[in-house]
Nanobody
Framework: QVQLVESGGGLVQAGGSLRLSCTASGRTFGNYAMAWFRQAPGKKREFVVSISWSGSSTAYADSVKGRFTISIVNAKNTLYLQMSSLKPEDTGLYYC?????????????????WGQGTQVTVSS
């Protein structure tokens, strides 16, 4: 069993930056591929980025490429999402997710473990 807790969300102006964190307990990160998803009000949960359990492979949604960076510190059991050049359309509840596979996935149902989410609001 893996427990995930996100933090770092907040209100930021367009063009600004935020760094989200996701801390895991119960298992070590080294055996899990991780991902960030987000969900805006009235919309489906949307894939943002994933990372393999080795940290060597990442995949980004086209909408965030070049602006967001995922990283992982296994020794701290912590996943990060550095977000820059934020836009109002980046607003949403951001979730981290984990699955016991080598590679990540862009499909929410492929992840059995989820955090409670952290709110990101980007004002124009």
């Amino acid at each position: 069993q893996v427990q995930l807790v996100e933090s770092g969300g907040g209100l930021v102006q367009a063009g600004g930056s935020l760094r989200l964190s996701c801390t895991a307990s119960g298992r070590t990160f080294g055996n899990y591929a991780m991902a960030w998803f987000r969900q805006a009000p009235g919309k489906k949960r949307e894939f943002v980025v994933s990372i393999s359990w080795s940290g060597s492979s990442t995949a980004y949604a086209d909408s965030v490429k070049g602006r967001f960076t995922i990283s992982i510190v296994n020794a701290k059991n912590t996943l990060y999402l550095q977000m820059s050049s934020l836009k109002p359309e980046d607003t949403g509840l951001y979730y981290c997710a984990a699955r016991n596979y080598m590679s990540g996935s862009s499909v929410p149902s492929d992840y059995p473990y989820w955090g409670q989410g952290t709110q990101v609001t980007v004002s124009s």
